[in-house]
């Protein structure tokens, strides 16, 4: 993300996510809360071992998988992130590279930690239609409804 955003809390949490891998998952238990809340379109969860659970099963699933902010909204409560997530199906065409577009709204606790981390994105566009079998039938959908 360029530039930095201005608040440290969010700066932190944005650094950790760009450089984040399976050899340094454990750098996220240095921005959640112990008792952090997590959810996407496929998970909900709390606690900061179920939400480590998710990003390690993401690079089980995904091959170069990295994400790349794009804006940040601060205040005082939080912020609301969009980013880019990159990354190649491990077993369908695994040398197609994918792209999904998302959003993060973050809360944070009384000492700077995630307490509150839910990720907005379109789970039918950005991953479905992309798929054999289902993703033709999403694209015709989409087609038929527009």
Known sequence: MNPTPPDERVARAVAVFEHLSRENLASLAG?????????????????????????DDMFTRLADCRFEFVDAVCDEGGALLTWDMHFRFRSYRPDAPQVIHGA??????????????????????ELYAKLPLIGPVMRYLKRRLA
């Open 31 to 55: 921005v959640y809360a112990a008792n952090a809340y997590f959810r996407d379109p496929f998970n909900e969860v709390r606690g900061f071992p179920a939400i480590e659970e998710i990003f």
């Open 104 to 125: 993060s709204h973050l809360k944070f606790d009384h000492a700077g930690r995630i307490a509150y981390h839910r990720d907005y994105w379109d789970a039918a566009d």
